[in-house]
């Protein structure tokens, strides 16, 4: 032992033992480790909404924020909040004028507008904005403008896309507003069936604050039969809208905002009735693709026979008609891709003199939606359009009259890959329009829906078509993590 001491790499050997036998103690002992929580986005109640009705000339306005009751605890919290009502202002211009306001919720606000005038832009706080939905609907019954044409009022945004006929096919006007305190620069990308077409009137478009414009997407892009626009700002956020005209006895409406581009897009809303579908799907991206289509109908979910996919090369759009696949039946389209696509559906009413009515992609309402115009009033009708494309889901629907009291809310359970049309009618003794609240219950699975209003009319069909969006009752906060670079430069 001695000679193994003196031995100065036997020593060595030694004491390498001994830090092995003590690591090996320490290891064995150790606690385990904490287990890493990845930081997830904290849903908070929305506090501010703007909202910007682009032409309610000669239509009914409608703004409503869901009751007290349907909200929960941290949104009663917020304190007593007001919706104001106003046409659009530069920032010189808001001091003076006199504006709407509705300070309760749970009342459905609607009023008949005067042609004439520009946007409106609706701005709520505190309770009135958690929930709060607006929309503009306008009727007429002859020239070039006969049918019902309604719009949810939007936010503004650094980018919205529309999907429907081309300026070759429809008078398309694109209304832009600007409600904010900054200036949008905006800018416009069309896909047509040819490719994408570049114009240099489509760049750099410059709206000030309260400013507005109406642009005819003719002067941008006259050839397109079919399209896809982008609307996007590089600057500012704007408000866009995109209203179709196609003509004496063909029919006018309003294209709803499509969701971005996806691999997958769920178009929903389509209505029982009959007359043609028009699908209409673009590919922004630089590689061609084959869309796969699946119908959600009441009977279950299937492809169609002979119209299973649609080709769309890079960079154009491309249209289906599949009035012989669901025409006559409430539907949904699940639209697959290996590219990222949008989408649209053209539906037609029947008649001697048509109209039209517009859907496209759009998120599942995960968090609820508000719809702000319903109607029972003469022949008008109003119906609700679910679809559970994947899983099984219940949701309450629940409206609400600008008079009279509510209804109790009604359940509707929609089995897997299944859609659901169901007939809105308030309660006897109240008049004028209602609101509708639809509010998935825990444990659902995602539902997409759509609001439909038609009207029998003489000569023809009227109709118009609203897809359901999220309610604008939570906003999803980024997660936070310590992180030196908060405070050095």
Not at 218 to 233: E, G, Y
Not at 297 to 326: F, H, M
Not at 398 to 422: F, H, N, Q
Not at 455 to 480: H, I, N, S, Y
């Amino acid at each position: 032992m001695r000679r193994l001491i003196e031995n100065r790499f036997g020593l060595l050997a030694l004491v390498l033992v001994a830090l092995g036998a003590l690591y090996g103690v320490a290891f064995v002992s150790r606690p385990a480790p904490a287990a890493q929580v990845r930081p997830q986005a904290v849903r908070a109640p929305v506090e501010s909404v703007t909202a910007v009705c682009p032409a309610p000339s000669g239509s009914r306005v409608s703004v409503v924020t869901p009751a007290q009751e349907q909200q929960s605890q941290e949104q009663q919290n917020q304190g007593p909040g007001s919706a104001t009502l106003s046409a659009i202002k530069t920032p010189e211009e808001k001091a003076g004028g006199k504006d709407d306001v509705i300070d309760r919720p749970g009342l459905l606000w609607q009023r008949e507008i005067a042609a004439g005038g520009g946007p409106l832009v609706v701005d709520a706080t505190g309770s009135m904005a958690a929930g709060l939905e607006s929309a503009q609907t306008a009727r007429e019954t002859s020239g070039t403008q006969r049918g019902l044409a309604g719009v949810r009022c939007v936010e503004p945004g650094a980018e919205s896309w529309f999907v429907g006929p081309g300026p070759a096919a429809a008078e398309m006007t694109l209304y832009l507003a600007n409600p904010d305190a900054a200036p949008a620069v905006v800018s416009f990308m069309v896909y047509s069936g040819e490719g994408p077409v570049l114009s240099e009137r489509g760049n750099g478009v410059v709206v000030k604050p309260g400013q507005h414009r109406v642009i005819r997407l003719r002067d941008l892009a006259p050839s397109p039969l079919i399209m896809a626009l982008q609307v996007s700002t590089r600057s500012g956020r704007v408000a866009a809208a995109v209203k179709a005209v196609l003509g004496e006895g063909r029919g006018v409406d309003w294209l709803p905002v499509a969701a971005a581009p996806a691999t997958r897009v769920v178009v929903p809303g389509i209505p029982g009735t009959a007359g043609q579908r028009e699908l209409y799907v673009a590919t922004p991206g630089e590689r061609d693709t084959v869309v796969r289509i699946r119908a959600v109908l009441e009977d279950g979910s299937y492809a169609l026979k002979n119209k299973e996919t649609i080709e769309v090369p890079a960079g154009s759009a491309a249209s289906l008609d599949l009035s012989t696949g669901i025409g006559g039946q409430p539907a949904a389209l699940v639209l697959e891709s290996d590219v990222p696509i949008v989408a649209g559906l053209k539906i037609t009413g029947t008649g001697a003199r048509q109209d039209v009515a517009f859907t496209a992609g759009a998120a599942s309402v995960d968090l609820g939606s508000v719809v702000a115009d319903g109607r029972a009033e003469g022949k008008q009708t109003s119906w609700l359009v679910l679809s559970a494309p994947s899983s099984a889901a219940t949701v309450e629907v629940r409206l609400v009259p600008t008079k009279g009291e509510a209804p109790a809310p009604v359940e509707v359970k929609l089995p897997a890959a299944r859609t659901k049309e169901l007939r809105l009618t308030p309660p006897k003794g109240s008049k004028g329009g209602f609101s509708v609240v639809v509010r998935p219950m825990p444990g659902s699975g995602p539902v997409y829906g759509g609001r439909v209003l038609d009207e029998a009319a003489k000569d023809g069909q009227l109709l118009t078509a609203q897809p359901l969006a999220m309610a604008r009752t939570w906003a999803l906060v980024p997660p936070t993590v310590d992180a030196p670079g908060a405070v050095l430069p």
